[in-house]
């Protein structure tokens, strides 16, 4: 991983354009000819963008590359697009693309929707892998492995629906005058811990085998998916990517507290609700894809609003740092032992928190969280 | 959500000021609030009370703690929804406007509001803008000049790329002002703006308060601790007690040491302020003067 250049090593200077005043802020202007469109344009986080885009693309390569028939790199881009001899075609697109794929949009789905509940709740402990979703939705799953109703659009539902079902439990506990985020942590945690014990006791209760194959699942992996379960997560991340994008300018200010959001004009419930269903949608859609993947949703936004320098989460940047997360973890998992292969649930976790201890205690030595 | 409506744009034709008008601000904004009753879940803090706002003008509600001034203030802004009654701008009721066209018309600044860690003092005074863009127009050149100007105005540029947690109380404070005055609102609340910061720094925001009233002409309705500040900057006090305005006016007319008695329970003696000539609150307290002679000596001079 590149060290990248901290706040202090680029002290702002001031920007040539004309008429900036003395104190010219970070961002720039974006005004096309056409009048009524304008946009900041943040150089530091389009450049991060970028490179994560250019990063997920290789590993997304890589990952298909490898495997007992190896090919090579570019036969791989080229196989991608439908060219090349119709056995590589058929490996990479038929075998090893939805693997691929599940690990790419899960990746993203995860970090999009970390970065919409840490801004959301103004806390970056309020995860979806913190407030029980992802538990919500393994239990649902294992009870249905455990109790026999398996099969591939079964686990999707049953996780889309565990996690909806917890995610109404929470709102409705925590709602009081309005579900404030530090409620929503609070009541989420003890949600969770609700639905650890049922899993537990799921996977004790049900046979050698069921539990086995539980146990596989709830680690999260990526091992032998299908388009079967691409399909959903594909159509999920298509409507609600571009919802969250939107959503990301109110949230904003929401970000200031209720009461400045209010007086801001924000309509704060319904706006709240429009995220926690975004971000319900996608976590469930992603872990029903590829199970509960450890720590992707806690630390991907994290990592990626220290990367770009913001104060908040920004949604694009923590979906492609979900994804390079992912992705890379998956890929360790498979060379690390060649011939079981790992869950990559194990590796994002093993993974994830040195990251982002080192992203905080550089932080605190800087003195900011920039 | 998605949707912003383009019709809440500020009226950019008509508002141009009258040719030989005075003032730049056309209308003078009409806040008032008719019988109503606040309550928080089933306690009942303010009960049937009745104020309107005089327009232009600087306004401080006073009263001891608990009194239901914040409470007041925030059913203004309409963080609050009355039970009973009904607050109006330009006779509209607040629940019926749209919140982002009263955000246009009608700014609050809560008290000690909390920036993310890290949040320039730019990025937060152009949230101030918020309720002026569309997810299309985040950034218009009107946006920009707004931003500028209430950094200037508060004395705020050269701190625009500091982290807001990284600033002193009052840099804080005045950077939160900076978003509210991005706003553009004729009408300004502010929740104890002078809270937690030292005598120097009361005072700079304070008269940083009032250059938005005389220059800008904006109606501010505040709530202020410190009476003998309250009688200084507000040209009109509203003293309250239990949920109730026991006196409001002009403030030599308001406190006095009867009401001070009567709202805060606190015995005193009043003089004019030596640099304002407004009325000056001294505290007697149990171990200084006696209450006897200070009343004998207040009639004397009454």
Same mark, same amino acid.
């Given at each position: 991983?590149?060290?990248?250049?901290?706040?202090?090593?680029?002290?702002?200077?001031?920007?040539?354009?004309?008429?900036?005043?003395?104190?010219?802020?970070?961002?720039?202007?974006?005004?096309?000819?056409?009048?009524?469109?304008?946009?900041?344009?943040?150089?530091?986080?389009?450049?991060?963008?970028?490179?994560?885009?250019?990063?997920?693309?290789?590993?997304?390569?890589?990952?298909?590359?490898?495997?007992?028939?190896?090919?090579?790199?570019?036969?791989?881009?080229?196989?991608?697009?439908?060219?090349?001899?119709?056995?590589?075609?058929?490996?990479?697109?038929?075998?090893?693309?939805?693997?691929?794929?599940?690990?790419?949009?899960?990746?993203?789905?995860?970090?999009?929707?970390?970065?919409?509940?840490?801004?959301?709740?103004?806390?970056?402990?309020?995860?979806?892998?913190?407030?029980?979703?992802?538990?919500?939705?393994?239990?649902?799953?294992?009870?249905?492995?455990?109790?026999?109703?398996?099969?591939?659009?079964?686990?999707?539902?049953?996780?889309?629906?565990?996690?909806?079902?917890?995610?109404?439990?929470?709102?409705?506990?925590?709602?009081?005058?309005?579900?404030?985020?530090?409620?929503?942590?609070?009541?989420?945690?003890?949600?969770?811990?609700?639905?650890?014990?049922?899993?537990?006791?799921?996977?004790?209760?049900?046979?050698?085998?069921?539990?086995?194959?539980?146990?596989?699942?709830?680690?999260?992996?990526?091992?032998?998916?299908?388009?079967?379960?691409?399909?959903?997560?594909?159509?999920?991340?298509?409507?609600?990517?571009?919802?969250?994008?939107?959503?990301?300018?109110?949230?904003?200010?929401?970000?200031?507290?209720?009461?400045?959001?209010?007086?801001?004009?924000?309509?704060?419930?319904?706006?709240?609700?429009?995220?926690?269903?975004?971000?319900?949608?996608?976590?469930?859609?992603?872990?029903?894809?590829?199970?509960?993947?450890?720590?992707?949703?806690?630390?991907?936004?994290?990592?990626?609003?220290?990367?770009?320098?913001?104060?908040?989460?920004?949604?694009?940047?923590?979906?492609?740092?979900?994804?390079?997360?992912?992705?890379?973890?998956?890929?360790?998992?498979?060379?690390?032992?060649?011939?079981?292969?790992?869950?990559?649930?194990?590796?994002?976790?093993?993974?994830?928190?040195?990251?982002?201890?080192?992203?905080?205690?550089?932080?605190?030595?800087?003195?900011?969280?920039? | 959500?998605?949707?912003?409506?383009?019709?809440?744009?500020?009226?950019?034709?008509?508002?141009?000021?009258?040719?030989?008008?005075?003032?730049?601000?056309?209308?003078?904004?009409?806040?008032?609030?008719?019988? /109503?009753?606040?309550?928080?879940?089933?306690?009942?803090?303010?009960?049937?009370? =009745?104020?309107?706002?005089?327009?232009?003008?600087?306004?401080?509600?006073?009263?001891?703690?608990?009194?239901?001034?914040?409470?007041?203030?925030?059913?203004?802004?309409?963080?609050?929804?009355?039970?009973?009654?009904? /607050?109006?701008?330009?006779?509209?009721?607040?629940?019926?406007?749209?919140?982002?066209?009263?955000?246009?018309?009608?700014?609050?600044?809560?008290?000690?509001?909390?920036?993310?860690?890290?949040?320039?003092?730019?990025?937060?005074?152009?949230?101030?803008?918020?309720?002026?863009?569309?997810?299309?127009?985040?950034?218009?050149?009107?946006?920009?000049?707004?931003?500028?100007?209430?950094?200037?105005?508060?004395?705020?540029?050269?701190?625009?790329?500091?982290?807001?947690?990284?600033?002193?109380?009052?840099?804080?404070?005045?950077?939160?002002?900076?978003?509210? /005055?991005?706003?553009?609102?004729?009408?300004?609340?502010? @929740?104890?703006?002078?809270?937690?910061?030292?005598?120097?720094?009361?005072? @700079?925001?304070? =008269?940083?308060?009032?250059?938005?009233?005389?220059?800008?002409?904006?109606?501010?309705?505040?709530?202020?601790?410190?009476?003998?500040?309250?009688?200084?900057?507000? =040209?009109?006090? /509203?003293?309250?007690?239990?949920?109730?305005?026991?006196?409001?006016?002009?403030?030599?007319?308001?406190?006095?040491?009867?009401?001070?008695?009567?709202?805060?329970?606190?015995?005193?003696?009043?003089?004019? @302020?030596?640099?304002?000539?407004?009325?000056?609150?001294?505290?007697?307290?149990?171990?200084?003067?006696?209450?006897?002679?200070?009343?004998?000596?207040? @009639?004397?001079?009454?």
């Amino acid at each position: 991983m590149t060290v990248p250049t901290s706040a202090s090593d680029t002290a702002p200077k001031p920007s040539p354009g004309p008429g900036s005043s003395p104190g010219a802020p970070q961002f720039r202007a974006f005004r096309p000819a056409v009048p009524p469109v304008s946009w900041i344009v943040r150089p530091r986080l389009t450049a991060l963008t970028a490179a994560l885009a250019v990063g997920t693309f290789l590993l997304f390569c890589w990952g298909l590359s490898m495997g007992d028939y190896p090919i090579g790199f570019a036969d791989v881009v080229r196989a991608l697009f439908g060219s090349g001899d119709a056995g590589t075609v058929l490996v990479v697109e038929e075998l090893r693309l939805p693997r691929a794929l599940v690990g790419l949009l899960a990746g993203v789905a995860f970090g999009v929707s970390g970065a919409l509940f840490q801004t959301m709740t103004r806390n970056p402990l309020a995860s979806p892998d913190m407030i029980g979703l992802t538990q919500g939705a393994g239990t649902a799953v294992v009870a249905g492995i455990v109790l026999g109703w398996d099969g591939g659009l079964g686990t999707q539902t049953l996780g889309l629906l565990g996690a909806l079902a917890t995610a109404l439990i929470v709102y409705a506990l925590a709602w009081r005058r309005g579900a404030t985020g530090y409620r929503i942590i609070l009541v989420g945690i003890g949600v969770s811990w609700i639905c650890s014990s049922a899993t537990d006791y799921l996977v004790a209760k049900g046979g050698r085998f069921q539990a086995q194959a539980a146990l596989g699942w709830l680690v999260g992996n990526l091992n032998g998916r299908t388009w079967g379960e691409v399909g959903p997560l594909a159509l999920a991340l298509a409507v609600l990517l571009p919802v969250t994008l939107v959503l990301g300018r109110l949230l904003r200010t929401l970000q200031l507290g209720d009461d400045v959001a209010i007086g801001l004009g924000t309509r704060v419930q319904p706006v709240r609700l429009a995220v926690l269903l975004a971000g319900v949608g996608l976590i469930a859609f992603a872990t029903a894809a590829a199970g509960p993947v450890a720590f992707v949703a806690l630390a991907a936004p994290q990592i990626a609003q220290r990367l770009a320098g913001t104060a908040w989460p920004p949604t694009l940047a923590a979906g492609l740092t979900g994804a390079l997360m992912t992705l890379g973890s998956d890929l360790i998992a498979r060379t690390l032992i060649p011939s079981t292969e790992l869950p990559v649930g194990v590796v994002t976790g093993v993974l994830g928190a040195p990251v982002l201890l080192w992203l905080l205690v550089r932080a605190n030595r800087a003195g900011s969280g920039g | 959500m998605s949707a912003d409506p383009m019709s809440t744009e500020p009226k950019p034709a008509g508002a141009e000021p009258v040719a030989g008008a005075h003032q730049a601000v056309a209308t003078d904004p009409d806040l008032r609030a008719h019988d /109503v009753r606040l309550a928080y879940d089933n306690r009942i803090v303010v009960d049937g009370l =009745d104020l309107a706002v005089p327009p232009g003008r600087i306004t401080a509600i006073v009263g001891a703690n608990a009194c239901g001034k914040s409470t007041l203030l925030r059913a203004l802004a309409r963080l609050l929804t009355p039970r009973e009654g009904a /607050v109006h701008l330009d006779g509209r009721a607040l629940n019926s406007l749209p919140t982002r066209e009263l955000a246009q018309r009608l700014g609050i600044l809560p008290q000690s509001p909390v920036a993310p860690e890290g949040l320039t003092v730019a990025d937060l005074v152009n949230r101030g803008r918020s309720p002026h863009q569309t997810w299309w127009r985040q950034w218009s050149k009107a946006d920009e000049l707004a931003v500028d100007r209430a950094l200037a105005a508060t004395g705020m540029t050269d701190l625009a790329e500091r982290p807001v947690d990284e600033l002193s109380g009052g840099q804080r404070q005045r950077a939160w002002i900076a978003m509210a /005055v991005a706003q553009g609102t004729p009408v300004l609340l502010l @929740d104890e703006p002078t809270t937690y910061l030292d005598l120097a720094h009361q005072i @700079d925001v304070l =008269d940083l308060i009032t250059d938005l009233n005389r220059r800008e002409n904006r109606t501010i309705v505040m709530v202020l601790h410190d009476l003998n500040q309250a009688c200084r900057y507000a =040209d009109h006090v /509203v003293a309250m007690k239990s949920g109730r305005i026991v006196a409001e006016g002009a403030p030599a007319e308001v406190i006095t040491a009867e009401t001070v008695e009567d709202v805060f329970d606190l015995m005193c003696r009043i003089t004019p @302020d030596p640099v304002s000539g407004t009325p000056m609150v001294i505290p007697m307290g149990r171990h200084h003067g006696t209450p006897t002679t200070a009343a004998v000596e207040e @009639d004397s001079r009454a």
